[in-house]
């Protein structure tokens, strides 16, 4: 059950402290064994929009697909032209409090394990290394063709080499890292492929309409398996990718606290839901705990 009321559910018409939930939210990291699963909303703090939260209404935006990715030229050259402008500011991107904290919570043993459903490097910037991320991550591209992984840094600068100036243009980040652009430029960018075979590159990352590979979710699995509870922090839980691990952690017994600014779909499953910032609450509780 939810352990406080949303601003609608108080008798008085005024939001209630969320002080029991984070009470609950500090009794289960104390007792250490703890599985992170963050989203989106972890980083929103770093720059980086999220689809769904508060910096995500205002883009009612269908993101790139692997069907589009993969079907044709005029795919590709769009998304990569996208993506290349939006680069910097995900390469720029620095871990904020929230991520600082869960890497504090790890090293003091309260977390034994991070799952993300981001692909913006953070959790591993904060010197989470071993996080899972469940979707990969932007800063490498894979080649579909050879199946060579190599750094989305060294892309970048044959992209720049290719498209001089291009850097300059743009608007607004995306959630998944690119840029909303003309068509009249997105025509006239140059399309880098791989260095090895000459063959498509992508992102490594799953895009909406592929599957998350079997064995990382897996793996996944065997995290919530091994943790005595799961917490989630900054995700709605819309997708299936992320919900699937909380109903796991329900149907096995597993208490499931959420913090996250806004309802989620995962709340009918969880003991705790705490509505608040993400790097001002965890930085708290990471103190509290030392």
């Not at 108080?10 to 402290?17: F, I, W, Y």
């Not at 100036?165 to 980040?173: E, H, L, N, V, Y």
Request: charged content about 20%.
């Amino acid at each position: 059950m939810r352990m406080h009321p949303g601003p609608e559910e108080t008798a008085a018409g005024t939001a209630e402290p969320p002080a029991a939930g984070l009470h609950e939210v500090g009794r289960l990291l104390a007792g250490g064994g703890v599985a992170v699963l963050s989203g989106a909303g972890l980083s929103t703090e770093s720059g980086i929009p999220d689809y769904r939260g508060a910096t995500g209404r205002a883009r009612p935006r269908t993101p790139m697909t692997f069907q589009e990715f993969t079907a044709s030229e005029d795919g590709r050259r769009r998304y990569w032209a996208r993506s290349h402008v939006g680069w910097r500011t995900i390469a720029g991107a620095a871990p904020n409090a929230g991520h600082r904290a869960v890497e504090a919570l790890r090293r003091s043993g309260h977390v034994t394990s991070v799952i993300t459903q981001n692909v913006d490097g953070l959790h591993r910037a904060a010197g989470t290394a071993d996080a899972v991320e469940l979707h990969g991550a932007l800063d490498r591209v894979v080649c579909l063709d050879c199946g060579r992984t190599s750094s989305r840094l060294a892309l970048d600068r044959r992209l720049t080499g290719l498209n001089p100036g291009f850097r300059d243009t743009g608007s607004r980040i995306n959630p998944d890292g690119d840029v909303e652009l003309p068509d009249a430029l997105v025509h006239g960018f140059r399309v880098a492929p791989c260095a090895v075979c000459s063959g498509v590159l992508k992102p490594d990352v799953v895009f909406f309409g592929e599957s998350v590979p079997k064995d990382r979710v897996q793996r996944c699995f065997d995290l919530v398996d091994a943790a005595r509870a799961l917490l989630v922090l900054g995700s709605s839980l819309t997708v299936m990718s992320g919900l699937r691990f909380v109903r796991h952690a329900a149907r096995t017994g597993k208490p499931v606290a959420i913090v996250n600014q806004g309802a989620t779909r995962g709340d009918e499953f969880a003991a705790a839901t705490v509505a608040a910032p993400l790097g001002e609450t965890l930085a708290a509780l990471a103190a509290e705990l030392g």
